[in-house]
């Protein structure tokens, strides 16, 4: 068992910044792959971003590519991500998730821990 805590969500302007946290308790996080993902009102969730157990490779939706940069400190068994150049259309609910492995879960059903959210909105 996993549990997941996100954190760093709040209200920015846009053009503006935030850092997202995930913080993960339970089993070895090192060994999980970890993604965000986001939903904005009425829209279905989407991913956002990924990374593997050891940080050596990330993956990025083109939406955010080259603003959004994700990272893990497995240290301390939290990954982040890194918004930069926010827009309004970025307005969501922030999700963390993991899955066991070394393979990256490109579908959100291979993700088995999730947690609760954490919004960002961005004013125009």
């Known amino acids: 068992q996993v549990q997941l805590v996100e954190s760093g969500g709040g209200l920015v302007e846009n053009g503006g910044s935030l850092r997202l946290s995930c913080a993960a308790s339970?089993?070895?996080?090192?060994?999980?792959?970890t993604a965000w993902f986001r939903q904005a009102p009425g829209k279905e969730r989407e991913f956002v971003a990924a990374?593997?157990?050891?940080?050596?490779?990330?993956y990025y939706a083109d939406s955010v590519k080259g603003r959004f940069t994700i990272s893990r400190d497995n240290a301390k068994s939290t990954v982040y991500l890194q918004m930069n150049s926010l827009k309004p259309g970025d307005t969501a609910v922030y999700y963390c998730?993991?899955?066991?492995?070394?393979?990256?879960?490109?579908?959100?059903?291979?993700?088995?821990?999730w947690g609760q959210g954490t919004q960002v909105t961005v004013s125009s």
């Open positions: 998730a993991c899955a066991y492995g070394l393979v990256v879960p490109r579908t959100q059903r291979e993700y088995r821990y």
């Open positions: 990374i593997n157990w050891s940080g050596g490779n990330t």
């Open positions: 339970g089993r070895t996080f090192s060994r999980y792959a």
